[in-house]
């Protein structure tokens, strides 16, 4: 189960952007990366095609690891980190360690 989904909001705990908060657009497993809306915003630059002939310069979200993110506590917003705990009907729920909120549900 992952900790963190698409949609989730997180807090950078690491690097330029320290102690922003953002909501993940994209999660890629395969490189351990998410992608936050607002967060690692670089410009880049785009040739001419056929949908886009003017082509230029458009500013994107680019992936940041795993490590640099924690997801934010429902209940204060501050950073937490998961736990994956059993409920008694069999689900599974991510569970905040901080408030012990659950984040599914």
Not at 43 to 51: A, D, G, L, V
Not at 87 to 98: M, P
Request: cysteine-free; glycine content about 10%.
């Amino acid at each position: 189960m992952q900790r963190v989904r698409q949609g989730d909001t997180v807090v950078v705990i690491a690097g330029k952007q320290k102690g922003t908060k953002g909501k993940v657009l994209r999660v890629l497993p395969s490189d351990d990366a998410v992608v936050v809306e607002g967060i690692n915003v670089r410009t880049k630059h785009i040739k001419p095609t056929q949908q886009n002939p003017q082509g230029g310069r458009v500013k994107r979200e680019f992936p940041i690891h795993l490590s640099n993110v924690m997801l934010a506590d429902p209940k204060t917003g501050e950073p937490t980190r998961v736990r994956i705990s059993t409920l008694t009907d069999g689900r599974r729920v991510r569970v905040a360690v901080k408030s012990g909120e659950q984040i599914d549900k």
